[in-house]
């Protein structure tokens, strides 16, 4: 009888745990899936760091600044002509277009030329 009660607790905490390795294994599998919701953050470079591959935007509505990590595949350009990372200069206008991705948000897209001043905006 004892051997019975013994094989129904393991019995059952396999099952509790497959259960689980299960739920854990779909649960990363939707976040893996879920597109990303890529936003745009319009204003003024503060820095550019090329070698950190970051980059720095000043939105000019009294918000704080926020520093972008740049992606090896973001496009990057002034006006029409596709740029390096290094071609920004401080003090430039800029739309980044960007997701949030591990607790940082990640440059995308970065377009740098004059924009209207109704532009400035998060």
């Keep these: 009888m004892a051997h019975q009660g013994r094989f129904t607790y393991w019995t059952l905490v396999g099952v509790v745990m497959a259960g689980f390795l299960g739920m854990l294994s779909l649960a990363a599998a939707e976040k893996q899936e879920m597109p990303r919701e890529l936003k745009t953050l319009t204003g003024t470079i503060e820095s550019v760091n090329d070698q950190q591959h970051a980059l720095s935007v000043n939105p000019g509505d009294w918000s704080a600044s926020k520093r972008f990590r740049v992606s090896d595949d973001a496009t990057i350009r002034k006006g029409s002509d596709e740029v390096d990372l290094s071609d920004l200069?401080?003090?430039?206008?800029?739309t980044v277009r960007y997701v949030e991705e591990?607790?940082?948000?990640?440059?995308?897209?970065?377009?740098a030329g004059a924009l209207p001043e109704s532009a400035h905006s998060s």
Excluded: L, N, P, Q
Aim: proline share 0%; charged share 40%; net charge negative.
């Design 89 to 94: 200069r401080t003090g430039e206008d800029v």
């Design 102 to 111: 591990g607790g940082e948000s990640v440059a995308k897209e970065i377009v």
